[in-house]
């Protein structure tokens, strides 16, 4: 196993949130390009384990940028609330393989991670950690419980998530995924989900949600909130031409998804985005979210020919009606800033991982650590 030596900074430990506390924002660089041998890192992920533990997870790239580099799984922790974080930790590695698209489920009931990942677009493994992600069970390839899709949609490229995964208040857990028919490439694509309802054990499918090109343009990258009425919600990444974030809901989370719908209110510049639910004291209600992407809409280059490639300006949104309006929001990272992923802590601390930097948004210079609460999203600018 090779040696990982990365720095990583430590930040001034804020106090808890609590509703009417003072406004706080502090950041931590927490991965690096160029060092310890990995050309760039990318694709954050972030969940706070039920012991309060950190855990911030990203592919780790070597040679090369590309989404088919020689890629590794690394993770840190924390165990202060985000004060100082842990050497990196590989976690996943298969040689010179492409290892991506990780996925993080807290289980509520006994604390257990629960952990995914793919081997070149194309195999998924799942493995967990019951001590706060310091050890992981050898991991276990579930490729032939999700091969009941193909009968639907004859995948050659798959993937799960990426960011965190989700647990449903029944305690099915639930992961969406997308896939593509042609190998070693994103486009064409459709979105699923796949679930499990006995704590990982084995895993199945859902339905098709949506496809390549009707309803939507090459959907991908989909992230999922379960709702106050108990439905969930997933908010699907597409190239559609209206750049706005596409929308589905089911009463279980897997089977009779609705007809797609697009958020006005949410700016989809093609790029992953995060949503996470804020806890009581600190929510209004049961369906208050947050929500985070990058937001380049205000950029004079977004009306050019390549206008969706701009990635910049990580934007926090704020939702009380469960997801249907986001009318509070505030520009997190100005500047080039493109994947991120969104956990809440018990004490309502938010924390939100994403790249930033670079040249532009495809090689990001840092995966950035940011911690706030609702009173920083909420305060006067």
Known sequence: ??????????????????????????KTDLFTAKQAGYETFRIPGVVVTKSGTVLAYCEARRGSRS?????????????????????????????????????????????????LYCINYHTVYYMFSDDDAVT????????????????????????TGPGHGLQLRNGRLLVPIWMSTELKHHRPSAVS?????????????????????????????????????DRVLLNIRSEHRNYRRALS??????????????DEGLFEP???AAIAQLPKPFATNDGTFIFSNPDSSSNPAFHGKNRFRHRENVTIRLSTDDCQTWPVSRVL???????????????GTIYCLYERGGDDGFAHKHLTMARFNREWIEAKQ
């Open 270 to 272: 093609i790029c992953m």
């Open 333 to 347: 990272q100005p500047g080039i800033s493109g994947y991120s992923d969104l956990a809440v802590a018990t004490d």
């Open 67 to 115: 989404d088919w580099a020689d890629i590794e799984i690394l993770l840190t922790r924390s165990t202060n609330g985000g004060r100082t974080w842990s050497p990196p930790q590989r976690v996943a590695d298969s040689g010179k393989d492409t290892v991506n698209n990780a996925v993080a489920i807290v289980d509520r009931e006994s604390g257990r991670i629960h952990f």
């Open 136 to 159: 992981f069970s050898k991991p276990r390839e579930i490729t032939s419980d999700l091969e009941t899709l193909r009968k639907h949609y004859n995948w050659k490229v798959i993937a």
């Open 193 to 229: 989900v796949i679930y499990s309802d006995d704590h990982g054990k084995t895993w199945m499918t859902g339905d098709i949600v949506c496809e390549h090109p009707d309803p939507l343009i090459n959907p991908s990258e989909t992230i999922a909130a379960q709702l106050s009425d």
């Open 1 to 26: 196993m090779r040696v990982i030596s990365i720095v990583i900074a430590a930040c001034a430990l804020c106090q808890p949130s609590l509703r009417g506390a003072e406004p706080f924002l502090d």
């Open 249 to 262: 809901i089911s009463d279980d989370g897997v089977t009779n998804w609705s007809v797609i719908k697009f």
